[in-house]
T-cell receptor, first 111, second 114 residues
């Protein structure tokens, strides 16, 4: 089955700086890569996703890039704000269409 | 519009007891899922269902039982709870899978097994 690795597990950045979270996947048939954000004590929610026929996607201050050859994808957050503090999960849908999540990155924005 | 709701939100039980976590969605989504969230493991799929009366195992199904007699309900039962099943459990639903499968999560059920 699909295996998704996510790094780093924790990340602290100064407010206004950029944050990058990286994930790798194992199943070359994977074709859909969403990112979920989970604020403290809340449920995970989808923030952005990318399909395998696209290399990059942006939505305001967040962007996701995909490198199919290397089987890795990344989340980029620019001009970070306190409300960006949360746990972020990457995920990949493999050939069996099941969504496999990474282990999460706890992002802390330092005021 | 309640969306997707879980109950109970918090539960403390003892080893060997049976526990059922309830999940109800109002969107008529075809797919429903149960995940457990543990530090260092992220979200791991326990069971999922593609439609009423259709269920399948996920990554960590041992010790759990599910049923889906109605589209809107997807209960998760721990037949004989163990300490290793102490976790936060999230139910989720989606219209489809893959790129049509945005997951909508419930608020979570925190289960402690003593």
């Amino acid at each position: 089955g699909e295996n998704v690795e996510q790094h780093p597990s924790t990340l602290s950045v100064q407010e206004g700086d950029s944050a990058v979270i990286k994930c790798t996947y194992s199943d070359s048939a994977s074709n859909y890569f969403p990112w979920y954000k989970q604020e403290l004590g809340k449920r995970p929610q989808l923030i952005i996703d990318i399909r395998s026929n696209v290399g990059e996607k942006k939505d305001q201050r967040i962007a996701v890039t995909l490198n199919k050859t290397a089987k890795h994808f990344s989340l980029h957050i620019t001009e970070t704000q306190p409300e960006d503090s949360a746990v972020y999960f990457c995920a990949a849908t493999g050939g069996n269409e099941k969504l496999t999540f990474g282990t999460g990155t706890r992002l802390t924005i330092i005021p | 519009d309640a969306g997707i709701t879980q109950s109970p939100r918090y539960k403390i039980t003892e080893t060997g007891r049976q526990v059922t976590l309830m999940c109800h969605q109002t969107w008529s989504h075809s797919y429903m899922f149960w995940y457990r969230q543990d530090l260092g493991h992220g979200l791991r799929l326990i069971y999922y269902s593609a439609a009423a009366d259709i269920t399948d195992k996920g990554e960590v199904p041992d010790g759990y039982v599910v049923s889906r007699s109605k589209t809107e309900n997807f209960p998760l039962t721990l037949e004989s709870a163990t300490r290793s099943q102490t976790s936060v459990y999230f139910c989720a639903s989606s219209e489809g899978t893959g790129d049509t499968g945005e997951l909508f999560f419930g608020e979570g059920s925190r289960l402690t097994v003593l």
